[in-house]
């Protein structure tokens, strides 16, 4: 069975950063985009960035080019989210997923496994 564990949220100060993680479990994801979404109240679920598991192409969201970095960890097991600059408009529930984007990377529809989410909170 498939799990994802998010964690790393909490709240920071405008201008700073965290580090976000996503402990990936129960199957192979060699063929798997991992994914970033988040969601703030009221709003739809937005991209924020994925990578292809095994060769490793790099997408973002237009609100995280040039903060954010998606990366795998150096033990093969996780994926996190680095995000510097944080901006109040940032603040959202974080969440990792997993799927076979056939259509649309940044479509949250196309995935099929999701993390529980993480709270990211961004004070001015």
């Known amino acids: 069975q498939v799990q994802l564990v998010e964690s790393g949220g909490g709240l920071v100060q405008a201008g700073g950063s965290l580090r976000l993680s996503c402990a990936a479990s129960?199957?192979?994801?060699?063929?798997?985009?991992m994914g970033w979404f988040r969601q703030a109240p009221g709003k739809e679920r937005e991209f924020v960035a994925a990578?292809?598991?095994?060769?490793?192409?790099?997408y973002y969201g237009d609100s995280a080019k040039g903060r954010f970095t998606v990366s795998r960890d150096n033990d093969g097991n996780a994926v996190t989210l680095q995000m510097n600059s944080l901006k109040p408009e940032d603040t959202a529930v974080y969440y990792c997923?997993?799927?076979?984007?056939?259509?649309?990377?940044?479509?949250?529809?196309?995935?099929?496994?999701w993390g529980q989410g993480t709270q990211v909170t961004v004070s001015s």
């Open positions: 990578f292809r598991w095994s060769d490793g192409p790099t």
């Open positions: 129960g199957r192979t994801f060699g063929n798997y985009v």
């Open positions: 997923a997993a799927g076979s984007p056939q259509y649309d990377i940044a479509w949250y529809e196309e995935y099929d496994y």
